[in-house]
């Protein structure tokens, strides 16, 4: 889930901190969440929270604010 586009009442540029994911093992759909403070680009290993499997997540922010999320298997890489 992503905050609003655009500025906040304040001017403030909004982050995205949330995110839904597809597990790559048993396809079910994941709430995550996502830190802006770790860095423009992230990358790490989560759990999923159905199957327990690890997934390795990467983060891109993007200049709006918007994040891009990618995620594979942790086996795979």
Do not use: K
């Not at 790490?44 to 993007?62: A, F, G, H, S």
């Amino acid at each position: 889930m992503m905050s609003e586009d655009g500025d906040g009442a304040d001017g403030e540029r909004l982050v995205e901190t949330e995110a839904t994911v597809l597990c790559p093992y048993c396809g079910e759909i994941n709430e995550i969440r996502l830190d802006p403070g770790g860095g423009r680009h992230q990358d790490y290993v989560e759990d999923c929270q159905i199957c327990c499997r690890p997934w390795r997540v990467r983060v891109t922010y993007l200049a709006d604010g918007g994040a891009d999320v990618a995620l594979e298997a942790e086996d795979s890489a």
